[in-house]
């Protein structure tokens, strides 16, 4: 994990805590694995490295930051993004992989994305579907 990326992740769960107005052990409190409000204060200052997965996650959990940050500030949001079209796609096409395999079926749930994508994210760049 790349230092730069930590700080960008530790600024995050430091800006939702004080934007939540919670202390450090009440985040610890809320969080849903063993955590202290000293290693909070240590993740928040740049001096804890490498937290797990499982701590980013309940960290996210208990101070409500949605993953897109993370996944932003880890520069990941391409993974994030792969991750949400998979999901939409398997809803759309009712987990029924065969229909995403047929090329017109394809060319229209990527219409859809491309649509979906611009109402819920409001972004006109470009997206690529070709890796469901």
Known sequence: MKRENLY???????KHRMESNLSLQEVANLCDVKITASYISRLELGERENPTFK???ALCKALNIDLR???????AE??????IKREIIKKLVN????I???P?????VNEVLEGFYEQVFG??????????
Do not use: P, T, W
Not at 95 to 98: A, F, G, H, T, Y
């Open 100 to 102: 995403a395999r047929i």
């Open 104 to 108: 017109v079926a394809k060319e229209y």
């Open 8 to 14: 960008e992740f530790s600024q995050l769960v430091k």
């Open 78 to 83: 391409d993974i994030y993004d792969k991750a």
């Open 95 to 98: 987990k029924d992989e065969e």
């Open 69 to 75: 940050e993370v996944f932003r500030a880890f520069e």
């Open 55 to 57: 701590i980013c996650m």
């Open 123 to 132: 972004e006109g760049k470009e997206k690529n579907h070709d890796d469901f």
